[in-house]
């Protein structure tokens, strides 16, 4: 079975590729996810914010208190050269790349205007392959201008593609006024892939304690609806390959985000649920079914079942509730 | 030659040369030594050679003792080696050094000299150390600057690997240890010219060596001890001409000329002073200006003090020297004089007598002392001691820089004299540790120091107090060298970095007419004027000051700076001093930012610029006034109803007069009134919590975990509330056992120190709006009057009746009046809330014994102490020996106690008859397990002083003078982890060895934290601290089982901020055993790197990570047959690395060497879990103690 795909203009052996988590954070883990058939990896995400909060804090706390009584000047010992940047980050897409077949995608979340041109570059000058940039503004002040979030992501993406030479994707979150708009605008910007969609930390609140929770829920294959819709309605109308992120747990959650339109499917929850192996069932699974319906290839699949290509394009777009509804009758 | 400049200060001059010319180096933290030794340290750890290309080895020991018999051994095998110390550090090491010396070993000890303790510590520098250690038989090299330093060093070791004799080389401790001054630099190449290669081959082959075997250290008797004592005089003879050859050869190399005596001033002087260490260095700068002005004056310079050369200060001194001021920077009480006046007399009449004196006559020698403890030594008492000298019959035996009112030893000063300054700009800064004032001017005298061709100078002066500590910074800048080694007399510049400080000092009194006063204001310009105090006010329009304002605080806060004012001020001062081209220096500003940020990112680079250029843009000169119209004055020091002794005395010592107190005024024997915190109100906090009754729960965290008993809860009967403020809040108690009563949580606005810790551990939301607490920071400043008259009432309160309350409840305990209050710690400190529990629960009956360290330091230094008195004027009685000797200290104070109470006991049964058999019975037999039974004895007593008081017998006088001692007494030994785990430990073992009931409390911060984070045994596997840069490789030593090992001794091993009611409870039962007891107190601290608001959490991680497991281990359940050791906390439920990745101590590991950190992790989480392990087992076992046969 010809399970290869393509992606940002890299050619991936299997459109299963591991997103952004815990798991791809140390070489072990991702050596193992190679051998467990992963097309491709995408790192952890490198956070500027935390990068330069983790240095002045570390700042802060080693000076804190020093130069204020005469028998202690200071507290610790003068740290000399240490490492406050993505040293950590940039070693690891080094050893990823020395160490893996497959194309190695880094993930990064910058937070100031320089930031996010200047640790692309660093990771493109490490040997990352691609890049895919975990973009989280939300639009969450009532005063901001309609749109002013969606142009920060576009401008941000355009700089990044201009700084570097290496492939970038972007990975999008829902909640902006018109997904479509904002992929083609991503798209011509220079963002290679789009990435639907990034799943956020949900606050959840104890009663008892009285105190809001934020922890990250695991995604279940009922999530993979809101993606594939999307990618079902953007294939082939953004000049950018897609990608599927949330809730495929199983070879058959994968079919069905291909045929919508994904070229690859990420996969966090599952994994991390049930462990790296898992990664082969899903891919022996995609296997299967492709070979029992008889396609020869995943690429024969991509895009099949999109709206443009599927036999009921009405079924993507808000129809879609009525036929709920009157399946109820 | 071209040779490089540096600015640094004293204790880097010796480190660099010392990191250079050695193989192995032990030490021991002690200031001000202690930089010394961090710095070779860190040479070492960046892998910095010796000029022979290999890396020291740095070795911290347990001890100066233990670090003199490391450097014994090291040298007696061979190695160059040296180590640095001070005070009683060097103490320590007398018995090493007469071994070194006694077999002519070639070493250098740097010592920053300073005052031994006598009726108090003292931290800072005189001679009283290294006097002490002249009888050793090392030679003894004095240093008086920066550049001495430096070079004297190198000099000292290239003499003694010459000379055979080992060098103590000394130099004033802080003035000239920490005081940054612009030196020229020696280099690799100019060190290995001076280092005699033959000799330190030589000094090897001395070595022990198994391939040539000797014996060194035999015992001898009398028949040749004698003998073989005086065959080293052919060394000591010759050691004065090999260490002139030294400074000859260095001369030759440097250019910088130095004589075992050198003589400075009028060639045809008649008056000399006499003196050595940074106190000449003024002396020379007086004696030269007054020489120019032609008076006979003249100064000599010891530099070899010892071997002591008669003929090289014979020929130092002019001939016609008629009279010389010998100055002694120590005190010999009982001698004829102290040791430089000894030296100097005697080298007179030994060549007087012999006719062998090169002078026109015999001068007079008279002999005085000065700078003890760094105190003050000015041009103003050097003019005083030469005017002196001009007298017809100069006293002997002076004094100088005091006024000593009882034995009237002291002489007049000039206090109008002064040194013109033209060439030179003084500069004052106050600011506080926290705003980075001092960092920024050492950065600043760096700048001009090393960017510039001017010379500058720094020194910096810290108040007491650990907390909202004030800083003085005193810079001078300047063509010439600068020798001044005193404090500015005035000032060209005047910087106030805080507002607060205009109400607490007369900040302008020093400034010179004209000079610049800048002024961090949180007014604009114009409205500036309006709120600064009349003296303020006058003292501008009377110098004809040029102002300058600046809000720093917003203009840090729009730069994204936060707090930090620093760079904004510093950036003022170059613009408005003139010390430097504005431009220049602002650029210089620039290049320090890039170079000191320039590694942790662009952004904070940017943010410091910016803030550079806000800085300029928002500092305004203010238009003055021709008129004072401020009717402000600076408030009362202490308040009207202090006592008598604190108004006099405590108050001039806080308001920074404590120069002018005479000795008339201090106690004689270091004994000091207790309670004197209370009158010092400081006002440092920002912010102070607001209770909210309706919210509260009453459960006693808030305050119990205070760590300057400033929040406060007491229980009392309604009525009381008649006449409460108006503000004063108050709400129903909940609990059982005072039926009816109101209760309040009371804040102590002016001592709060606003760490938050209170509102952090408070448990109550307020349902409405769950972000409040039961208590929530607010403004002080609004608050401060209402509040302050608030906690004066609850202050007169009455105290909930100790038989009442539930002691051995978190809530209980904090029913009871701390004795330990508005201490100097730390703001969020991890050690007094501990310390504050015990003055609680047992303080009226404590006797405390507090080894040196940051407990001896916020509980016992000047001015105002925390230890204080109840209603009944009962309270803790506190003491600090020493660092190494506390426990034994301790056990002394139960020896005494129990023998006294034996001894009374004895006498009350004797004196039955006439006391009254009832009485003396119920004494003799009294239980004092309980607070009633404590409480019926302390009556009992009382009846018995007063039948006794009307007795007339030599029985009766002799019991009333024991009969304290019948009541209960708790000893406690307070210390913390470099006691107890290192220095103390062999006294510690010994005391908990010995069965008696004596209870010891260590406060484990895990690092020495009073002189700066130095590693200890009880600092954790992979923490960072100094002497363990790379982290610590090894585990914490299991102090807690060390005493259970003992099987009779009780261990606790608490951490408050985990679960308080198992302090509480550990507090109660190791009190109450009779035995010694044990109790480890996780103590989080400022070397943790950690947010102090939050520290609870680290208690928290700490537990339940394993690192610190919660037990107690009781010996008086062994004999109800159940196992003595209980777990307190549960199996470990989170990984050791989220408790280390919360701390930076850990964290800055993972930046240094993130694989290094790996490991150490790995192998931190193998030993929790094994640790684990053997408590479980111990705890789990169902005990039955053996049976000894069948």
């Known amino acids: 079975m010809d399970l290869t795909t393509q992606y940002m203009g890299l050619e991936l052996r299997s459109p299963l590729v591991p997103s952004s988590s815990p798991l791809t954070r140390h070489l072990d883990s991702l050596r193992a996810l190679e051998e467990m058939g992963a097309g491709a990896v995408v790192l952890y995400s490198l956070f500027e914010e935390q990068i330069e909060f983790e240095g002045m804090q570390l700042d802060h706390f080693l000076e804190y208190g020093s130069e204020s009584t005469a028998e202690a000047i200071s507290y610790y010992p003068a740290p000399g050269d240490f490492a406050r940047g993505p040293e950590e980050y940039l070693e690891l897409i080094q050893q990823a790349k020395q160490a893996l077949e497959i194309p190695v995608i880094a993930s990064l979340n910058g937070a100031s205007p320089g930031g996010w041109t200047d640790y692309a570059r660093k990771i493109a000058q490490a040997g990352a392959d691609a890049l895919e940039l975990n973009i989280y503004f939300l639009p969450t002040d009532p005063q901001q201008p309609l749109g002013e979030v969606e142009g920060t992501y576009v401008d941000l993406t355009r700089e990044v593609v201009q700084a570097v030479e290496i492939p970038v994707a972007v990975k999008m979150h829902p909640f902006l006024t018109s997904v479509p708009i904002m992929a083609r605008r991503l798209a011509d910007a220079g963002a290679q892939g789009l990435s639907l969609f990034n799943r956020f930390y949900e606050p959840d609140i104890d009663p008892e304690q009285l105190e809001v929770i934020t922890d990250l829920q695991l995604s279940t294959p009922a999530d993979a609806r809101l993606p594939l819709r999307w990618i079902g309605i953007l294939h082939g109308r953004v000049a950018a390959d897609l990608a599927a992120t949330g809730g495929v747990h199983s070879g058959r959650d994968a079919v069905k985000m291909l045929m919508a339109g994904a070229r690859v499917v990420h996969l966090c929850s599952a994994l991390l649920e049930r462990g790296v192996p898992h990664l082969r069932r899903v891919l022996d699974d995609l296997s299967a079914w492709l070979e029992e319906n008889e396609y020869a290839s995943v690429r024969e699949t991509i895009g099949t079942m999109s709206q443009k290509c599927c036999p009921d394009p009405t079924a993507f777009e808000r129809a879609n509730y009525i036929k709920v509804l009157q399946s109820y009758e | ?1190």
């Open chain 2, 1 to 1190: 030659m071209n040779r490089p400049m540096i600015t640094i200060d004293g204790n880097e001059a010796a480190a660099r040369v010392a990191h250079k010319v050695n193989e192995v180096i032990a030490i021991y933290p002690i200031t001000p030594s202690s930089g010394m030794g961090e710095l070779a340290d860190e040479f070492s750890a960046r892998g910095q050679t010796n000029i022979w290309g290999t890396i020291p080895h740095v070795m911290e020991m347990q001890s100066e003792g233990g670090a003199s018999g490391a450097v014994h051994g090291a040298l007696q095998t061979g190695a160059l080696t040296t180590t640095f110390t001070a005070s009683q550090g060097l103490l320590l090491m007398i018995p090493n050094m007469f071994k070194i010396a006694g077999e002519l070993t070639s070493t250098v000890f740097h010592v920053s000299a300073r005052s031994v303790a006598t009726h108090a510590l003292s931290i800072f520098g005189d001679h009283s150390d290294v006097m002490a250690a002249r009888t050793t038989g090392f030679a003894m090299l004095a240093s008086g600057s920066v550049q001495e330093v430096q070079d004297f060093a190198l000099i000292a070791t290239a003499a003694s690997l010459e000379a055979r004799v080992p060098f103590v080389h000394f130099f004033d401790g802080f003035r000239t240890s920490h005081e940054v001054n612009k030196i020229t630099a020696i280099g690799d190449e100019e060190i290995r010219a001076m280092i005699p290669e033959a000799a330190v081959i030589a000094h090897r082959q001395r070595g022990l060596d198994p391939d040539r075997p000797c014996v060194r250290g035999t015992a001898q008797n009398p028949d040749v001890f004698f003998q073989a004592r005086e065959t080293v005089n052919p060394f000591y003879e010759a050691c004065p001409g090999i260490v002139q050859q030294t400074m000859d050869r260095f001369a030759e190399l440097t250019g910088r000329s130095y004589r075992l005596f050198d003589y400075y001033g009028a060639p045809d002087a008649e008056r000399v002073i006499v003196l050595m260490g940074s106190g000449a260095q003024a002396a020379e700068e007086t004696a030269a200006h007054l020489a120019a002005t032609g008076e006979k004056v003249g100064v000599v310079v010891v530099r070899l003090y010892r071997p002591f050369s008669p003929a090289a200060l014979l020929a130092a001194l002019p001939r016609s020297t008629r009279v010389i001021a010998t100055l002694d920077r120590t005190k010999e009480p009982g001698a004829v004089g102290e040791p430089l006046y000894q030296d100097v007399a005697t080298t007179m009449l030994e060549a007087s007598g012999r006719g062998r004196l090169p002078l026109d006559q015999t001068p007079l020698v008279v002999g005085g002392r000065y700078g003890l403890s760094s105190k003050e030594f000015t041009p103003q008492m050097i003019k005083g001691v030469f005017d002196e000298l001009a007298a017809e019959q100069p006293k002997n035996h002076f004094t100088v820089g005091i006024v000593d009112d009882v034995t009237h030893s002291s002489i007049e000063v000039d206090a109008d004299f002064e040194i013109p300054r033209e060439k030179m700009v003084q500069a004052l800064f106050y600011g506080l540790g926290s705003d980075g004032t001092v960092g920024a001017n050492k950065n600043s005298v760096k700048i001009i120091g090393e960017g510039s061709e001017n010379y500058a100078q720094g020194y910096f002066v810290y108040d007491s107090k650990k907390a909202g500590a004030v800083t003085v910074s005193h810079l001078r800048f300047g063509a010439e060298p600068i020798r001044s080694t005193y404090l500015l007399e005035s000032a060209d510049f005047i910087g106030c970095h805080q507002w607060v400080f205009l109400e607490r000092f007369d900040l302008l009194e020093k400034a010179r007419p004209g000079a610049t006063f800048l002024l961090n204001s949180p007014y604009s310009p114009s409205e500036t004027w309006g709120h600064l105090q009349r003296i303020h006010q006058q003292r501008i329009i009377d110098k004809q000051l040029k102002v300058y304002v600046i809000d720093a605080y917003k203009v840090a806060e729009e730069a994204g700076m936060g707090a930090r004012i620093n760079t904004i001020m510093q950036t003022c001062f170059f613009a408005i001093s003139g010390v430097l081209p504005a431009d220049q220096a602002i650029a210089k500003i620039k290049d320090a930012i890039r170079k000191t940020y320039g590694k942790k990112g662009e952004a904070i680079v940017e943010k410091n610029f910016r803030a550079v250029d806000a800085a300029l843009a928002n500092m305004h000169e203010l238009e003055v006034p021709a008129e004072v119209s401020s009717r402000l004055e600076l408030p009362p020091v202490v308040p009207e109803h202090a006592p008598d002794f604190v108004k006099r005395v405590t108050a001039e010592i806080i308001a920074g007069r404590g120069d002018q107190l005479p000795v008339s005024a201090l106690p004689v024997d270091g004994t000091f009134p207790a309670g004197t915190s209370q009158y010092e109100k400081r006002n440092i906090a920002l912010s102070i919590p607001v209770w909210d009754p309706q919210v509260c729960t009453q459960c006693g965290k808030c305050s119990l975990i205070c760590p300057h008993a400033a929040i406060r809860q007491k229980v009392y009967e309604p009525a009381l509330l008649e006449g409460a403020p108006e503000a004063f809040k108050s709400v129903d108690y909940r609990g059982k056992e005072f039926p009816g009563a109101r209760f309040t949580i009371q804040v102590a606005p002016e001592d709060c120190t606003g760490c938050e810790l209170c509102v952090h551990v408070c448990p109550a939301k307020n349902r409405a709006e769950p972000r409040l607490k039961a208590i929530n920071m607010h403004p002080q400043i609004p608050l401060r009057e209402q509040e302050a008259a608030n906690f004066e009432f609850f202050l007169e309160l009455p105290e909930a009746d100790r038989r009442t309350v539930k002691t051995n409840t978190v809530k209980g305990s904090q029913l009871l009046q701390p004795l330990f209050e508005y201490s100097g710690a730390c703001s969020g400190c991890g050690e007094t809330p501990y310390v504050k529990l015990l003055s609680q629960l047992f303080g009226d009956r404590a006797v405390i014994a507090n080894a040196t360290g940051c407990s001896s330091i916020y509980g016992g230094n000047l001015p105002t102490t925390p230890w204080t008195v109840n209603r009944d004027g009962r309270g803790p009685a506190w003491s600090n020996s020493l660092f190494e000797d506390n426990a034994e200290f301790g056990l002394g104070f139960r020896l005494t106690l129990d023998k006294q109470r034996e001894f009374a006991r004895e006498l009350v049964v004797e004196l039955a008859g006439e006391i009254g058999e009832d009485l003396a019975e119920a004494i003799v037999k009294a239980d004092e397990s309980s607070e009633e039974g404590i409480i019926a004895q302390r009556e009992r007593v009382e009846a018995l002083i007063a039948r006794l008081r009307r007795m007339d017998s030599d029985l009766a006088r002799r019991l009333l003078s024991v009969c304290h001692a019948l009541m209960h007494r708790s000893i406690w030994i307070v210390g913390g982890d470099g006691w107890a785990y290192d220095i103390g430990y062999g006294g510690l073992d010994h005391v908990l060895a010995s069965g008696r009931n004596v209870n010891v409390l260590v406060l484990d911060t895990e690092v020495y934290s009073n002189t700066g984070g130095q590693m200890s045994k009880a600092t954790p596997l992979g923490a960072i601290a100094k002497f363990a840069a790379a982290g610590k490789p090894v585990g914490k030593k299991d102090l807690g089982m060390m005493g259970i090992a003992y099987s009779n001794v009780y261990v606790a091993q608490v951490a408050m901020g985990a679960n308080d009611s198992q302090t509480v409870k550990a507090f109660l039962e190791a009190e109450s055993y009779d035995g010694p007891s044990l109790i480890l107190a996780y103590s989080h601290c400022i070397a943790h790197g950690i947010n102090m608001g939050m520290a609870t959490d680290s208690h928290k991680r700490a537990v339940k990570s394993g690192h610190w497991p919660l037990y107690r281990f009781d010996p008086r359940r062994e004999r109800e047959g159940l196992n003595p050791l209980q777990l307190d906390s549960r199996k470990p439920t989170i990984p050791i690395a989220e408790y280390m990745g919360a701390e930076s101590r850990f964290k800055m590991l993972q930046k240094i060497d993130p694989a290094r950190s790996r490991h150490l992790t790995e192998l931190a989480q193998k030993q929790v879990a094994e640790r684990w392990a053997r408590y479980e087992y111990l705890a789990g076992r169902d005990f039955e103690p053996v049976k000894v046969g069948k």
